[in-house]
């Protein structure tokens, strides 16, 4: 089965044919990072517009360079949420109207779930299917949530940030050291030249104990990483690095401390339940100080660690036409109704809010 995906949560214009889950016959992706270089950060107006004049264009390269053409094409996957509204609303709309023109079913899919399929686009992955249970945990600039697998496609949240996600906060780290934007792969690169006796002690992103915030989670399996930037904000305005290597050095010290926490939370969890397989998903996924301590974690529990390629770790459309086609079974109905949900938290389903109720 042949799946269209089409991705426009943010400020990646995606689209991608992938068949039976697993196998990508395209995956086109335009970035429109160098739109919002200049202002430091995604311009939801600017996504949006830009996502109107791409979509088309992409969508056609990823059908016609799939091989398959738009007879091959059973079925249609998009984004519904999280994301920007103005965005997630151009890739919605393109897909109902191909969905309709083709006269095949439209799935709506949970940007988050989506991304913690991608280590099972590589070929040499296991079956999701066999990987039950299974601790997922999706890191990237919108989330940072540890979720709990019972089987492929049911999910539980075991723990989460309560403020920023963790791929902001390098993204505002780096823009207060005056790096360039988007800020993760700026701090990873240079941290990598940092001199190794020279350490910044930042917290390590511990919640405020029995803030409310938690909603009933676990604070040991939380993170909270707005005290650790306002520790880094008093650090820079105090005393300005002056050269390269002072900031390279913060640089380190301060994803040592993001690190840190999501390793620390992740070795938690490994703790409390064995599980099949650990999947990691996300932009925040590439950065090469968390593969290394994530791959130390699962090692030291005796859990498989599945990461993704690096092509498929920020947003891409592969990972929704992959998911699309492990979650077909719960609604096959083209859907004129359909709409984006914004605010989708991971594991709301939305099968399930079409179908009038939560799981
Ligand atoms: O998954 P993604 O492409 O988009 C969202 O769904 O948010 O993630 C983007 C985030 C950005 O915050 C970016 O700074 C971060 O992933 N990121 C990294 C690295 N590469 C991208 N963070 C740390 N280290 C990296 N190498
Ligand atoms: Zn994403």
């Not at 943010?10 to 990072?33: P, Y």
Request: hydrophobic share 40%; glycine share 12%; charged share 20%.
């Amino acid at each position: 089965m042949n799946i269209l995906g089409i991705e426009t949560s943010c400020d990646e214009t995606a689209a991608a044919v992938v068949r039976d889950g697993r196998e990508t016959l395209s995956n086109v992706v335009f970035s429109q990072i160098p739109l919002h270089k200049p202002w430091g950060g995604v311009v939801p107006e600017i996504a949006g517009r830009s996502h109107v004049e791409k979509i088309g264009g992409v969508v056609e390269e990823a059908v016609s360079s799939s091989g398959v053409g738009w007879g091959g094409i059973d079925a249609v996957a998009v984004t519904c949420g999280p994301g920007l509204a103005a965005s997630l609303l151009v890739g919605l709309n393109a897909a109902k109207g191909i969905a309709l023109a083709l006269g095949r079913p439209l799935y709506g899919v949970n940007h988050i779930e989506a991304h913690l399929h991608t280590p099972f686009l590589s070929p040499g992955a296991p079956d999701p299917l066999s990987c039950s249970p299974m601790l997922g945990i999706a890191v990237s600039g919108g989330h940072t949530a540890w979720m709990d697998m019972e089987r492929y496609g049911s999910y539980s949240i075991i723990g989460q940030t309560l403020d920023d996600a963790c791929g902001e906060a390098f993204d505002k780290a780096a823009k207060l050291l005056g790096l360039g934007y988007p800020g993760g792969p700026e701090i990873d690169r240079i941290s990598r030249s940092a001199r190794r006796a020279v350490r910044f002690d930042f917290p390590r992103a511990a919640p405020r104990p029995g803030t409310t915030a938690l909603g009933g989670l676990d604070a040991s399996l939380c993170v909270s990483f707005s005290g650790l930037k306002t520790s880094l904000l008093h650090l820079v305005r105090n005393s300005p690095p002056s050269t390269p290597e002072e900031i390279a050095d913060i640089a380190a010290s301060y994803q040592d401390a993001v690190v840190d926490a999501i390793a620390l939370r992740t070795e938690r969890a490994l703790e409390r339940r064995r599980y099949a397989a650990l999947a990691v998903g996300g932009g925040v996924s590439l950065n090469s100080a968390l593969r290394e301590r994530l791959a130390a974690v699962a090692s030291a529990a005796g859990t498989p660690l599945l990461l993704a390629e690096p092509r498929y770790c920020g947003d891409n459309a592969a990972m929704i036409a992959g998911l699309a086609f492990y979650r077909r079974a719960v609604e096959a109905e083209f859907s004129a109704g359909m709409d984006v949900m914004p605010s989708l938290r991971p594991g709301d389903d939305p099968f399930a809010e079409r179908a009038g109720g939560r799981k």
